[in-house]
């Protein structure tokens, strides 16, 4: 396995710690700056500095809203509600209006005490005392309401679409929100273009969910390693009221893509559904090596003050002293064909790569009473089956399919690049397999520029290699 990156996220993980504990890793600050100042939107600054944790020195990443963007994700007012003296106050306003109007309900009574367990605790009143009426009647702390900006997804693809930033780190960013956005899909039972993001539509979590894309980019880490993501107890205060925790798209995050969960004793949100986005579309482990040697450790500091547990997240660089190669989990899927030609396996094929398989081969077979057949494999992500299968159901003459689980396979590291040729500049995969890189030319980056230029499109390929 040789190198890998832990996250150890027993005190919780959010999209401002990730970026913070890489940061503080050694993620290149410079390609960071760069990517943020080129960012298609307004109304945010970010500063990175060190804070002390329970005593303990960390890195802080913070994006800073105006007065017009501010969303309160980081409130911790607004997620628990007004401290004792202020909650009073809103109370008696509130309860002063409702008796002129004669609309003092028993009804209403019961929505200002959504306790997490059912006990009366003094800090979980604070959860949503006098925010989450039917009537509708919020009181933001005596601040008023704030703008908060709803995008759908194509909205925020096109601001990461227009962020400079390597296309493997855009295409980290969009599968960050994807997977966020199929949460909340779930949640509101909507289709997944209906979705508004509130919260995490908001500027700061795109900025959040660039940066961190932008940073693991830069730290040239393919294995990552999540035992168990630790969450608390209680309820928040959100966008659409007053939720348990965990939050229904950190929840559904976690069932999609079977994330190891620990609920705490410790009440408050330590999960967010960034942070599960980010450990689910990165996690390519949740075990650990029997050993290991650990190279580096960075700090990330959360922006909530729990009593019960630091909010702090460790990135750990460690190296179990395997080889350069990298260890993650597919799904095989397979099916006995014998009534398609090639040029509807050949169509079934480019739909499967399109959508994202990892790969795609179908072979000439012999199936009882020596009919002649083919087999149609197809290997993924287990994230992606249930689409490949909706493919191959729905574009072959199929029947049935076989699938073999949490299959372990070896890939040596690469990385995407463009080579510059006499001809032009063409697109390769670089591989690296200790001191030796080996680069791979793109197919269609080769065919187009051979197009382009009415040269064969070996002589392109064998330079491009060579470069």
């Known amino acids: 396995m040789g190198k890998s990156l832990y996250l150890e996220a027993a005190s919780g993980i959010a999209g401002d710690m990730f970026v913070a504990a890489l940061l503080d890793l050694g993620a290149d600050r410079k390609v960071l700056d760069k990517a943020i100042s080129s960012i298609p939107a307004k ?3 970010v500063e990175i500095g060190r804070v002390q944790k329970a005593g303990i020195d960390c890195c802080d990443f913070n994006v800073i809203l105006d007065k017009e963007h501010e969303n309160h994700d980081h409130d911790m007012a607004y997620l628990y509600g007004p401290l004792p003296e202020v909650r009073e106050a809103v109370h008696e306003e509130h309860h002063h209006h ?11 009574e019961h929505h200002c005490h959504c306790h997490g367990d059912g006990h009366h605790h003094e800090e979980e009143e604070h959860h949503c005392h006098c925010h989450c009426h039917e009537d509708h009647h919020h009181h933001d702390h005596g601040e008023g309401h704030h703008h908060h900006e709803h995008r759908h997804l194509k909205d925020v693809e096109a601001v990461i679409d227009g962020t400079d930033m390597t296309e493997s780190a855009r295409m980290l960013a969009k599968k960050i929100f994807r997977i966020v956005a199929e949460a909340e899909s779930k949640a509101h039972n909507l289709p997944i273009e209906e979705v508004h993001f509130h919260e995490v539509g908001a500027i700061d979590s795109i900025v959040d969910i660039i940066s961190a894309a932008v940073c693991f980019d830069s730290l040239h880490v393919k294995n990552v390693i999540v035992p168990k993501l630790s969450e608390g107890r209680g309820t928040v205060r959100c966008q659409h009221g007053v939720l348990p925790v965990p939050v229904p798209a950190t929840l559904n995050i976690v069932t999609a893509y079977h994330m190891p969960l620990e609920i705490m004793d410790a009440k408050g949100e330590y999960v967010t ?3 599960a986005a980010i450990a ?7 075990e650990l090596p029997a050993s290991f040697t650990i190279l ?4 990330g500091a959360g922006k909530r003050d729990y009593k019960e547990r630091t909010n702090i997240l460790r990135a750990i660089l460690i190296d179990d002293g395997g080889g350069d190669w990298e260890k993650d989990e597919v799904v095989k899927l397979e099916s006995d064909i014998d009534d398609a030609s090639g040029e509807v396996l050949g169509y079934t094929m480019k739909k499967l ?10 072979s000439p077979i012999y199936m009882k009473k020596n009919r002649p057949a083919f087999e149609l494999t197809v290997i993924c992500k287990e994230e992606k089956k249930k689409e490949m299968e909706e493919i191959i159901f729905r574009e072959t003459t199929t029947i049935g399919i076989r699938e073999f689980s949490s299959l372990m396979r070896s ?3 690469r990385e995407e690049k463009e080579v510059d040729t006499t001809f032009g500049p063409v697109k390769v995969k670089e591989v690296t397999l200790g001191s030796e890189k080996r680069r791979y030319p793109e197919y269609e980056s080769v065919k187009k520029l051979a197009e382009e230029k009415h040269v064969p499109f070996q002589t392109i390929f064998d330079e491009a290699k060579k470069q």
């Open 280 to 286: 689910a579309a990165l996690a390519t482990s949740h």
């Open 98 to 108: 409702h008796e002129e109007e004669g609309h003092h309900h028993e009804e209403e």
């Open 353 to 362: 790569m399109d959508a994202g398989a990892l790969d795609v081969h179908f």
């Open 411 to 413: 890939i040596l590291h």
């Open 43 to 45: 109304g945010f600054t």
């Open 296 to 299: 580096k450790t960075g700090l």
């Open 273 to 275: 559904p960034t942070g």
